[in-house]
């Protein structure tokens, strides 16, 4: 652990990767928030295209954490590991760059530069997924050194102090994401696109100097933590397993010359046993066959919860795709001079997390710690599902919306050929504050229980967990968008995401996503009648 850690407060190690997240977000986000204008104004790509290219993107970049978490757990470092990546990813965001500036000189030359724009996505995508879920678990190290291998919470002042250090992290992200949206939607829409990809990769290449000059604050990962590779241990004690019941005595090999044989437990080490086995647990390797299927058992029952929250990041796509597509068509005026940018609209989300989240410690705890008589006010599962509940408001909140300005938009048809409609782009506004809100409550949440819930060893997996969920999201939004577009055009009409929103049907693409949502909060529930955490298992075996 690296420095002292304050009772009411971070380390600065914790602080300064914080800071190194945001700017780090400021980047992605400088890029990912306003994609679908530069796809569909500069690449001519129709909106259908554009909102399933961003949207399989997006979930590229989320789901590459999973293959490289393994990886950082098992062999590297986590320190050198985001090196490694940040410099990945600043040559992709040059890439970027480099193809904005192709576009604008020689914008004939589409062919090549739409393979360069290919490749130059693909390598920001590498580079993230290695950073982000290493340099989030670096974090998160500097709390503690010295957990138990499988996730338990013994320590309450612990567990404040790990909801702290997450909300923060998040409250820095958050902040980052806001200057990305905001100030790089406006200079994309006003000083072009060269000027709009060049400074995310400045800001991402200080980020990285940032970090190597203040990576000895960063305590490193003990050799406990890395011992052996549980990845492939887990792997491992599955086929073990199997082999088992099928009558066949099978032996894991260990890094030592020794082998173990793998019995099945359900009961981990009681503490009232422990003076009696005192020999026993000094000689336990961690990663023998017991502890390695106990490992593998955890994260196999975060599965039913990881595929309910799916939905939720399914609605979280639409606000950088379909929402921006909707405010370029009202009215977006300040004064007789300035036009907002549709993709800024995206910085309420952020505005709404930066605001309220102070609030969350300071008025809503307390006011869930008198009704339920709680400690904690509301545990992480049931912060998650209020969340879920939030969003489906804002999903039907849109499609409301969105009823309105088409039937203004077929009023308007009769009198002018515009798409634009007489309707303030504010009225966007409740759908973007109310999904804002439930990041308060879903996003923060996940965080916390993937990282609860996962082995010690295998930190960087949790995180690659939560991105994940996005991840597959993403794929699951372009998915839906595919298959909705052959349904609703097969009959000889239009189709639902039309490129003229004049006949475009968003509305009801909005109820299909509110009510999928419903449907994953309702066994959601089902599924937290029936979960328990790995802390509630470890308590009732050793009863």
């Not at 679908?36 to 690449?43: I, K, N, S």
């Not at 952020?350 to 709680?374: A, G």
């Not at 699951?476 to 039309?498: K, N, P």
Request: hydrophobic share 45%; charged share 15%; with cysteine.
């Amino acid at each position: 652990m690296a420095g002292e850690h304050r009772h009411k407060g971070l380390s600065k190690s914790c602080i300064m990767l914080i800071v190194i997240a945001g700017k780090e977000r400021f980047a992605f986000k400088g890029v990912a928030s306003n994609l679908v204008t530069y796809l569909t104004d500069v690449v001519k790509m129709s909106n259908s295209s554009a909102a399933k290219t961003v949207n399989s993107w997006c979930g590229f970049t989320s789901m590459l954490p999973l293959l490289v978490a393994p990886l950082a757990d098992s062999y590297w470092d986590r320190y050198s590991t985001i090196l490694a990546f940040s410099f990945i990813y600043v040559v992709g965001l040059v890439a970027l760059t480099s193809t904005a500036f192709t576009w604008a000189w020689s914008p004939t030359n589409s062919t090549s530069s739409s393979s360069f724009l290919f490749w130059s996505l693909c390598l920001i995508s590498l580079g993230q997924g290695g950073y982000n879920p290493s340099l989030q678990a670096l974090g998160a190290d500097q709390l503690d050194n010295g957990d138990e291998e499988l996730p338990t919470s013994k320590d309450d002042q612990k567990s404040s102090i790990k909801s702290f250090f997450f909300k923060w992290w998040y409250f820095g992200v958050c902040s980052g994401s806001l200057l990305g949206v905001t100030v790089m939607s406006y200079i994309q829409d006003t000083f072009g696109w060269v000027l709009g990809f060049a400074i995310p990769t400045v800001a991402m290449v200080t980020s990285m100097v940032f970090l190597s000059f203040g990576g000895r604050m960063c305590g490193k990962k003990s050799k406990e933590y890395i011992q052996g590779k549980p990845f492939l241990n887990i792997i491992q004690a599955i086929k073990a397993a199997a082999s088992k019941v099928m009558g066949c005595e099978t032996a894991l090999a260990m890094e030592k010359p020794d082998a173990v044989e793998l019995e099945l437990q359900e009961k981990p080490l009681c503490p009232q046993n422990l003076g009696s086995n005192k020999d026993l647990v000094e000689r336990e390797n961690p990663t023998n066959g017991t502890h390695l299927l106990q490992n593998a058992k955890v994260v196999l029952r975060l599965l039913p919860i990881w595929i309910m929250l799916l939905m939720f990041a399914v609605i979280f796509q639409q606000p950088p795709t379909f929402f921006t597509k909707q405010g370029m068509t009202m009215e977006r005026n300040i004064g007789s001079k300035f036009k907002i940018p549709p993709a800024t609209l995206q910085s309420t989300i952020t505005v709404s997390i930066i605001l309220l989240m102070p609030l969350y410690d300071t008025v809503l705890i307390p006011f869930t710690q008198m009704i339920t008589r709680n400690e904690k006010g509301i545990n992480v599962m049931q912060r998650m599902g209020v969340g879920m509940f939030l969003s489906i408001i804002a999903m039907t909140i849109a499609a409301i919306v969105e009823t309105k300005r088409l039937e203004l938009s077929k009023q308007m048809g009769k009198m002018s050929e515009s798409e634009m409609v007489p309707l303030s782009i504010f009225w966007l506004l409740p759908q973007y504050i109310l999904l804002g809100i439930s990041d308060i409550f879903t996003v923060v949440g996940m965080q916390e229980f993937f990282y609860n819930e996962v082995p010690v060893r295998m930190r960087t997996m949790a995180f690659a967990l939560y991105t994940s969920v996005f991840g597959v999201g993403s794929f699951m939004s372009a998915l839906l968008i595919s298959i909705i577009e052959v349904l609703s055009s097969s009959s000889g009409g239009h189709s639902w995401f039309s490129d003229d929103m004049r006949e475009a049907r968003l509305d009801k693409f909005y109820w299909v996503l509110a009510l999928g949502s419903a449907l994953s909060l309702l066994l959601y529930v089902v599924f937290c009648k029936i979960y328990r955490t790995g802390c509630d298992s470890h308590s009732d075996a050793c009863k």
